[in-house]
């Protein structure tokens, strides 16, 4: 029921946990086959890829694990390994803006280390596994506007949330 985009607009789909639970089970790519379907629909692969917008390095990335306990703490740690990996290899691109799913929580990191970062919420509201965590998923989605300096560097990156947790219905996962 996603949405499908006119013009010439895409959405850039990576899978996660769960996408891969079928790859891993039958050895289908669920995300690749539902893309193939759609023309506004570009399949990246599996976890996170990173690709150019107008000069601009940008990742998006589905990382493991649960949310931590402050919100930002996960983009920090994964930024500063990532810098120190790009540190240590002449060839690689520093993405200038990560956007982050799979934690189910929006969050704005602005500017950490030269990176901007954004958890986004979810389309999921509570299921019995994240009441079992505790974990208090936020159902919504972000908008951001990216502004380019003259020389197309990033200079502001404004993150818009919606926050849809008025439209949850009981057991809508």
Not at 67 to 95: H, L
Not at 119 to 143: D, H, I, N, R, W
Request: hydrophobic share 35%; charged share 20%.
């Amino acid at each position: 029921t996603y949405p499908k985009l006119s013009g010439n607009r895409k959405t850039y789909v990576i899978g996660g946990q769960h996408d891969n639970s079928f790859f891993k089970s039958k050895g289908h790519n669920i995300v690749e086959a539902i893309c193939k379907e759609r023309k506004d629909l570009v399949y990246r692969g599996f976890f996170n890829a990173q690709f150019l917008v107008k000069g601009l390095m940008l990742e998006i990335r589905h990382p493991g694990g649960g949310v931590s306990y402050a919100r930002s703490y996960k983009m920090q740690k994964i930024i500063e390994n990532m810098i120190g990996y790009i540190n240590s290899v002449p060839t690689a691109d520093p993405p200038v803006l990560e956007v982050f799913g799979h934690w189910h929580i929006p969050c704005h990191l602005p500017s950490y280390m030269g990176v901007d970062a954004v958890s986004l919420p979810c389309f999921q509201s509570m299921t019995p596994y994240l009441a079992e965590k505790g974990l208090m998923p936020t159902v919504g989605c972000a908008v951001a506007e990216i502004q380019l300096s003259k020389n197309n560097q990033l200079s502001s990156t404004k993150i818009e949330f919606i926050i849809m947790n008025s439209r949850v219905q009981r057991r809508d996962f």
